[in-house]
């Protein structure tokens, strides 16, 4: 079963091979993991954060009509609303700038929790993450843990864009670690897209 970080996945990709917005398409990702690592692929959920149309329409738009794509092919997806909050930030020229900085909530919890939840259930041998969030390190513990008192074999996996521009280079501790090339990422692209035409 694969779990994917939507805006965690997006910002590795950005960094690593210079992708400008979210143009992956999460099931072929997957797939195209799974079949370089000998897995059959049962499941994909979706998990990302969502902006308010009154704060940003635009990227509002692009996720919402995103993710009724994902969930009527298939896919199950979770939202949760992003939390902004007031930063300083110091730009090059040392002044000092004010801006409302988006921050997701809840949504490392849930893929947390579902990662869990599957493994004590029996739903998956290896549970398949793409994400580099550390906090999700102690979810693998726990699935090793329901390993240990179920006696079954059960893996958890970290895929991740690694390329010339990454600044985190590691998966998530305590999993093993996937790195994705520029061109496997590129064979996986979304021919759809789902920005509003501007104007």
Known sequence: MAFVDGQNLFHAAREAFGHRYPNFDPVALARSVCLTCGWEL???????GMPDPADDPFWNHFWSARV?????????TFTRPLRYRVQEVRPADTSVVVARIAQEK???????????????DGHYDVGLVF????DLAEAADEVRRIARQQDRWIKVACAFPLGPGSRNRRGINHTDWIPIEHATYDACLDPR????RRG
């Open 106 to 120: 809840g949504i490392d919890v849930r893929l947390a929790l579902d990662v869990v939840r599957y493994a004590r």
């Open 42 to 48: 049962e499941l994909v959920s979706f998990y990302t």
């Open 193 to 196: 897209d789902y920005r509003p």
């Open 68 to 76: 009724a794509y994902l969930g009527a092919h298939g896919v199950r």
């Open 131 to 134: 994400s580099q969030d550390q």
